[in-house]
């Protein structure tokens, strides 16, 4: 089955989502630089990209850079004078995200910033940006309910929260789990469901990484 599922996604992401030379270039230098591959896939970054362009984002906040692989999707959707905050906690996988995200020309949209998020945050909400347009949480799943709460305070009504990876190779639906992972996803979902701010869903994907899936919430007023 899952040869299937690497077939079909092949077959979406040559006609939908192809990569570019700025794209095949950050993942390799990535690989290179023997960074977790953990990144979206093509398809993945191309519907990141369509939801901020559905957004008509202007201000996009991302909590897990990696090597800067789904940063560039998300600022390509973004206008001349877009800006991206991106916060990612090593300073080597940010490094590489830098290089990667300065040839692909968008180094003048995109703020990149080292160390752990929750310290990151704070000092982000300091300077009173204008509200991000839309947020996306990849980052450490034992902290995706605490991501959430800060993303609900540097957006406002109208903004979309997208979270990676929730499904956990089914281990979320496991209530009795004590993995930092599962907890942490199961608040963040629990939250969107009954948190009067948020309207959300989850959906469950399969392909080349496997058996996965992502929620998105939109803020309420």
Do not use: C
């Not at 390509?76 to 990612?88: D, I, N």
């Not at 995109?110 to 982000?124: F, K, Q």
């Amino acid at each position: 089955m899952s040869e299937l599922w690497n077939d079909v996604d092949d077959y979406f992401t040559t006609h939908l989502a192809p990569d570019d030379d700025v794209l095949e270039a950050a993942l390799r230098d990535s690989e290179a630089a023997q960074l977790p591959q953990a990144n979206v896939t093509a398809s993945q970054g191309k519907l990141l990209q369509l939801l901020a362009q559905i957004q008509g984002a202007r201000h996009i906040l991302e909590i897990g850079t990696l090597g800067g692989y789904s940063t560039i999707w998300l600022a390509r959707a973004l206008p001349p004078e877009g800006r991206l905050v991106t916060l990612e906690y090593s300073a080597r996988h940010a490094e590489v995200a830098t290089r990667n995200i300065s040839r692909a020309g968008l180094d003048h949209l995109v703020d990149v910033r080292v160390g752990p998020a929750l310290e990151s945050l704070p000092g982000l909400a300091d300077e009173n940006p204008p509200p991000f347009d839309l947020v996306f949480i990849d980052a450490d799943k034992g902290n995706n309910a605490n991501y959430l709460e800060w993303a609900l305070k540097l957006t406002s009504t109208g903004s979309l929260i997208i979270i990676d990876n929730v499904v956990r190779g089914g281990r979320v639906a496991d209530a009795d789990s004590t993995a930092d992972d599962v907890r942490g996803t199961r608040a963040a979902i629990e939250m969107i469901g009954s948190h009067p701010r948020l309207s959300g869903t989850a959906i469950q994907t399969v392909g080349t990484k496997g058996y996965d899936g992502f929620a998105l919430a939109r803020v309420l007023a």
